[in-house]
């Protein structure tokens, strides 16, 4: 289970000069206090960004980073465009045949250069602008003048696959509240096209495969924006496919978005019994990160129930399963579970435990390790922050974290991230008389 190799970043290396890590991990913090950004950088932060680890930086080291090398760019600092760094399509399945036209679950969301500039404007708009500009991409079920095709081939299996990668890629960056509604649409029809029946068997299992997998997408859109009910409702279609075809895999990616809105929905218990089901689902997988992604789901519910032994058992095993490094047998929509996802819902559990002090220490180190791309984890991070920060007796600190949430939300559509800012801002209320939560609470207000 070796880790993927990284290719090293040798052009930050050279801006190290003579300094050790540590004495270099010193200089960034002291760049961000001069432009008052607060980073943990510390000697194995810069030895990750070196290795090739972080192939580009959160936005709070950007900031520091552009500050420390004027004149640079990200790119002359050796950091990956963070369009390369996320959206590349992993254990993609090669066509035997070259479609013609190609069918599209998702027309507008492709990878048109044009399009995609459109796209980016219409999100950053946010609101109303967000759902109105988006509609003008032609969102419709299929290409214009296509229909659903008597028998299901590769090429319909390939575009249910796509639609998959396109609305996890625009999740990452700009959260669920605006997508919802148009990815319902393409899941209608990867399941018409199951219906339809495919010409060979192994096209068969892959539309299997890929619809449940897009179930589980508009699933999760539903679940961030807040529509539990609707999340309930395409997790257990994407459980019915797949104990229909027989997919541990997809039985296990559906077991463990259940557990997750269990919990959410304060049925701990629950969220529970979904998760130890998913190990089981994939104990024969030979992929240890989602082992640990499960034992983190279970170590959740037990700290919905305040069981601390229970949930301190399932957090070890997830730390020993996370330790084991990644494997090719890694799902490729477990893209986004890494270190600072581990400590994030290390946090949440601490947090539901009462440990409010030791859950801020988790979050920080989620948010500082999260790599930029994924956008709307960035924001679910340091709301998560600020809102430990406000519970622990440290209002101005979270007050800090909270305006950093705020300026990620002109990026970011979350109705879940949001609903956690305004808990935090509930919590602050009492501090209003500090300047810096003050200048929060009426900034937020005023959101």
């Known amino acids: 289970m070796a880790a993927s190799p990284h290719s090293p970043n040798s052009s930050f290396r050279r801006l190290r000069g003579q300094r050790s890590p540590a004495e270099f991990a010193g200089m960034v913090r002291r760049a961000a206090k001069e432009i008052g950004e607060t980073v943990s950088c510390d000697a194995r932060y810069i030895g990750r960004v070196e290795s090739g680890e972080i192939r ?70 946010g609101g109303s602008a967000t759902v109105a500009a988006a509609a003008t991409l032609n969102l419709t079920l299929l290409g214009a003048g296509r229909r659903v095709p008597a028998r299901a081939g590769e090429s319909e299996a390939a575009a249910v696959e796509d639609a998959v990668r396109q609305i996890r890629l625009l999740d990452d960056r700009h959260g669920a509240d605006a997508l919802y509604r148009k990815a319902a649409e393409p899941l209608r029809t990867a399941y018409a096209l199951l219906d339809a029946g495919a010409t060979r068997q192994s096209t068969e299992d892959r539309l299997h495969a890929g619809a449940g997998e897009l179930a589980i997408s508009v699933g999760w859109l539903a679940h961030d924006s807040g529509r539990f009910e609707d999340a ?14 027989g997919d541990a895999a997809l039985e296990a990616h559906a077991f463990s978005n259940a557990a997750f809105l269990a919990g959410d929905c304060g049925r701990p218990r629950e969220s529970v019994r979904a998760a130890q089901a998913g190990a089981r689902a994939a104990r024969n997988l030979g992929s240890a990160r989602l082992l640990s992604l499960l034992a983190l789901r279970e170590a959740g519910g037990w700290a919905g129930m305040a069981d601390r032994r229970s949930c301190e058992d399932a957090l070890t095993r997830a730390h020993t399963h996370f330790s084991r490094g990644p494997a090719a047998a890694d799902p490729e929509w477990m893209s986004f579970f890494g270190e600072a996802e581990l400590e994030f819902l290390e946090a949440r559990c601490w947090a539901a435990l009462g440990e409010y002090s030791r859950a801020a220490r988790h979050a920080r180190r989620a948010a500082d ?15 998560e922050l600020a809102d430990d920060l406000a519970r622990a007796g440290a209002p101005d600190e979270a007050a800090w974290a ?25 919590a602050l209320v009492p501090h209003q008389r500090s300047p810096r939560v003050g200048a929060f609470l009426t900034r937020h207000a005023s959101t």
């Open 369 to 383: 390790l999260q790599d930029p791309h994924f956008a709307r984890n960035v924001a679910l991070y340091t709301s």
């Open 56 to 125: 580009c930086p959160n936005y709070a080291y950007e900031r520091v980073f552009l500050h420390m090398f004027p004149g640079h760019t990200l790119t002359d600092l050796g950091f990956s465009p963070r369009e390369a760094v996320r959206g590349r399509s992993a254990h993609r399945v090669p066509s035997p045949r070259t479609p013609s036209p190609p069918l599209s679950l998702f027309p507008g969301f492709t990878h048109s250069s044009k399009e995609s500039d459109v796209l980016r404007r219409a999100f950053m708009a």
């Open 232 to 245: 309930r409702s395409h997790y257990a279609e994407a459980l019915a496919t797949a104990r229909v075809s």
């Open 402 to 426: 909270g305006h950093r949430v705020l300026d990620l939300l002109a990026e970011v559509q979350s109705t879940r991230v949001e609903s956690m800012l305004s808990g935090t801002a509930r």
